[in-house]
Every structure is written in C-alpha cells, then in structure tokens.
C-alpha cells in the first residue's frame, strides 16, 4: 500500500476543516470543524507511526492523546457556547462584534448589540 | 494496487466527501450525522492501517461522546431543525480560496515526497525476525504496554488537564453561583 493515500486523505480532510472554521457561521459548525482537522492530524500520525514501525508506537500514542485533548476541547467549547448563547440569545461567531477594535464607519452596529451583564459580572466576581 | 489499496481508496473518498458534506450542508442536524459517517469511515482507515486500538477509540470517543455532545449543543442553542439559511458567513469565498490554496499545497508537498513510498509496515519484515512482526502492529496489548512504560509521564498530565477541564465546564455552565447583585 502506497503511503500516500492516507497522506493525501488527510491534506483533503484538514482543508474541508480550514474551509469549515473559515466559512460557517454557527459556532457549533465551527467546532466540528476544528474536529475534522483533528482527525486529519490523527491518520497523519497513526500512517506515520506504521510506517516507521516505531518501537515505542509514539503516533499512535500522540493520536490517542490528541483524542483526548480534543474530547477536552470540545467540552469546554460546548459550555463556552451554551454561555455565550445564554447571554446573547444566538451563537454566530461574526455578529459577537463587541470585543472588536471599534471602527468609525462600523462602530453603530456593535453598539446596537445588547449588553452582556452575567459574563462581565461574573469576571467581576472572580 | 491490492485490496488494501482499494479499501482504504474507498474508505478515504467516504471520510473526505462526508467531511466535504458537514461543512457545506445547510442542516445543523445532518452535520453532525455527517461527522459519525466521517469518523466512522476513519476508523476503518486506522484499522486498515493496523492500528486497531486507535480505531476502536476513535468509534467509542468520537462517534460516541464528542459527536452525542455537539448534538446535545444543537439542541441547547434552540437551532432550527430544518434546513437555513445563513449558516455560511460573508467570506464564504475567502474561505473558499484558502482551502482550495491549502489542500493544492499540501497534496502537491506531499505527493511530491511520498509518490512512491511505499506503507513500510510490519508485512515488511523479513520472515525471520518475530520481534518486528510482534511489535509493529498497534493492537491493545502493545499499545497499553508502551503508554503504562514509556509515555506514563504524559499520560498522568493528560489525566490532570482533563479534571482541569471537567472543572471549568461545570463552573461555566452553573447558573446558581452568586453574582455581585447577591452579596
């Protein structure tokens, strides 16, 4: 079997990955999105690891740390997202404008946005 | 080619146009179906490759638990359930072009390096040495015994950020912790 199918199979999965975190707009999509390119870092590994038949399987015991981590990732993303959705009442990742630079032509529609009091007091809190 | 070829050919067109699918479909739902299909169809791509431990984890920890939670998120955020619109934000081609440019530089790299490299795995090694058959393969036994010996370090760090990590989604997700208003 030629290496380079599971190489090529995993450069096509991390562009659909790049394309997904760039393009969608649902926070949730962008989450899956990340997990695509994660899993095409994976078989890059695991094709890696058989390959060079390593003694001590370091890829394939990197993948499984890397499941792990994302499994971590994708926890906390998901609570950070419920938050975000509790104070603002919708999750599009290009409409949370208000930690943005203020530009002068744009500056109004950032404005508008409602105010976000729980987080800022709950930092406060902290 | 030989079957294994075929196989994972097959399996890999599965896992990238489902990929393909979850970041185009117009249904937050059929996304996440999507993604079972995907990380299915990579766990065949591990087990081809003879990494059969890695493969059953990625079925128990993906399609399982990562998967069920992000369909719980569709949920929780009230999203409609049927096909809508604007999903896709304005840079839709923006997006569209890095992609394109990362996916042409990454397979020209890579196909460039490894077009006739072929998998060196533990079919390849001389009939007489038991050892390298014994050790190449990625099944549970030799797995286990190379994270519990050689990678135990890490293994234990990991096993303290995930506690980190179940500790700041459940201090995220509370509602009943005081605010200033209380005190």
């Given at each position: 079997m030629h290496l380079a199918f599971p190489l090529v199979t995993a450069a096509l999965l991390f562009s659909a990955g790049v394309y997904g975190v760039l393009a969608r707009r649902n926070a949730i999509l962008v989450l899956m999105s990340v997990e695509l390119m994660l899993n095409a870092v994976n078989l890059n590994l695991v094709a890696f690891d058989v390959h060079l038949r390593d003694r001590l399987h370091g890829g394939q015991v990197l993948t499984l740390f890397t499941i792990v981590i994302a499994a971590a990732e994708v926890g906390l993303g998901l609570a950070i997202v419920l938050l975000v959705f509790r104070n603002r009442r919708m999750i599009d990742v290009d409409r949370l404008r208000s930690l943005a630079e203020s530009e002068p032509a744009k500056s109004e529609p950032a404005k508008s946005e409602p105010a976000e009091p729980s987080t800022a007091e709950r930092e406060a809190v902290k | 080619m030989t079957g294994r070829d075929v196989v994972f050919a097959l399996l890999g067109v599965v896992a990238v146009g489902a990929g393909l699918l979850v970041v185009t479909t117009r249904q937050l739902v059929h996304a996440a179906l999507w993604l079972v299909v995907s990380f299915g169809a990579l766990a065949g791509c591990y087990l081809v490759l003879t990494a059969e431990f890695v493969a059953w984890v990625q079925v128990l920890i993906y399609v399982g638990a990562v998967v069920v939670l992000l369909l719980f998120g569709i949920m929780l955020t009230r999203a409609p359930v049927g096909p809508s619109e604007g999903l896709d934000s304005g840079n839709r081609w923006a997006a569209l072009a890095v992609a394109a440019g990362t996916a042409a530089l990454l397979v020209t790299v890579l196909v460039m390096g490894f077009?006739?490299?072929?998998?060196?795995?533990?079919?390849?090694?001389?009939?007489?040495a038991s050892s390298c058959t014994a050790q190449a393969n990625g099944s549970a036994e030799h797995l286990g015994a190379s994270v519990f010996r050689t990678w135990v370090l890490p293994f234990e760090v990991l096993s303290v950020l995930l506690l980190a990590a179940l500790v700041g989604a459940i201090v995220l997700s509370r509602t009943d912790l005081p605010t200033r208003k209380d005190r």
């Open positions: - | 077009r006739w490299t072929r998998l060196n795995d533990a079919r390849h090694c001389p009939p007489d």
